[in-house]
């Protein structure tokens, strides 16, 4: 069965740490493109990071520049998403994507990543 399975998410104190990890499995994971989204009550799925199959390429959402920090490890077939400096507005449902397409931008459409995960819950206190 082709998946990705999202964990990690959890509730932390404004200014905390926590990070993501996304295990791929029925697939060449390191011949993917891979994402973190994001989508809270009310609001569109965002992007918030990507990186390429071989890590030479990574975007980051401007909100999340110089807190979050994306990487992947191939043979493992996971992806990760180490979170730093937590706020209140990164609450959100995280979801890894996936896609064939090895491409990395923050002008990628959401809509064009081909597998999603669960989700996994990150809630951030004030």
């Known amino acids: 069965q082709v998946q990705v399975v999202e964990s990690g998410g959890g509730l932390v104190q404004a200014g905390g740490s926590l990070r993501l990890s996304c295990t791929a499995s029925?697939?060449?994971?390191?011949?993917?493109?891979m994402g973190w989204f994001r989508q809270a009550p009310g609001k569109e799925r965002e992007g918030v990071s990507c990186?390429?199959?071989?890590?030479?390429?990574?975007y980051y959402a401007d909100s999340v520049k110089g807190r979050f920090t994306i990487s992947r490890d191939n043979p493992k077939s996971t992806l990760y998403l180490q979170m730093n400096g937590l706020k209140p507005e990164d609450t959100a449902m995280y979801y890894c994507?996936?896609?064939?397409?090895?491409?990395?931008?923050?002008?990628?459409?959401?809509?064009?990543?081909?597998?999603w995960g669960q989700g996994t819950q990150v809630t951030v206190s004030s």
């Open positions: 990186i390429t199959w071989n890590g030479g390429n990574t």
């Open positions: 994507a996936a896609d064939y397409t090895d491409y990395c931008s923050g002008s990628r459409a959401v809509a064009s990543w081909a597998l």
């Open positions: 029925g697939l060449h994971f390191d011949g993917y493109a």
